[in-house]
């Protein structure tokens, strides 16, 4: 059983390169979350999604665009890349929203 | 504004003493409540969640935590630490119906062999 799969594991951009962060869930979660993750800082929602064609907002949604076309995919977009995003993104899913998230292996993103 | 707030940011202990890691939580109404441990290298991973009932709940790896409603608070608690231990851990609730978890800035605990 998969879980919860992010690709890439590591990632350098330039600044101003866009790019996709892919996640994918083999549970049938309906619920999915994108999270970012600073030194010092815990971690940050920055959208999220209760089921497919479904998608809000977080608390640091600025710089970032994600789509829900499936229940399994999830994919975060960086369109013009810029240093303040270098950090460690976290993909989320659950079953429903009474149940705990289950989390991916991350990808870690660094712009210079 | 809804937030998470973890006491310790790092914590070095040895071999079995005890832990403590301190969260509050600033929610009204009902919360759930949540400890998830990262080991190194490693996705988060829950420990122990709380929603309702006994106010004392157990997780797994010896890890228990208590709710205490009058101060806001979800303690997390282990007897005797192990090297093992040795992570980064994170207090998290959850209110509302979208499932959105606001995380704590995290405590790093480091358990010296």
């Known amino acids: 059983n998969a879980g919860v799969t992010q690709t890439p594991k590591f990632r350098i951009l330039k600044i101003g390169q866009s790019m996709t962060l892919q996640c994918t869930q083999d549970m049938n979660h309906n619920y999915m979350y994108w999270y970012r993750q600073d030194p010092g800082m815990g971690l940050k929602l920055i959208y999220y999604s209760v089921g497919a064609g479904i998608t809000d907002k977080g608390e640091v949604p600025n710089g970032y665009n994600v789509s829900r076309s499936t229940t399994e995919d999830f994919p975060l977009r960086l369109e013009l890349a810029a240093p303040s995003q270098t950090s460690v993104y976290f993909c989320a899913s659950a079953a429903s929203m009474d149940q705990p998230q289950h989390f991916g292996d991350g990808t870690r993103l660094s712009i210079l | 504004a809804q937030s998470v707030s973890q006491h310790n940011h790092h914590v070095i202990l040895s071999e079995a003493a005890s832990l403590e890691l301190g969260c509050n939580y600033s929610?009204?109404?009902?919360?759930?409540l949540f400890w998830y441990v990262q080991y190194p290298g490693q996705h988060l991973q829950l420990l122990l969640k709380y929603f309702s009932g006994d106010p004392l709940v157990k997780g797994i790896k010896g890890f228990e935590a208590e709710f205490i409603k009058s101060k806001f608070s979800f303690n997390l608690r282990k007897p005797s630490v192990q090297w093992s231990d040795t992570a980064e851990y994170f207090c998290a609730a959850r209110s509302g119906n979208t499932g959105k978890l606001i995380f704590g800035q995290g405590t790093t605990l480091q358990v010296k062999p």
């Open positions: 929610y009204g109404g009902t919360v759930n």
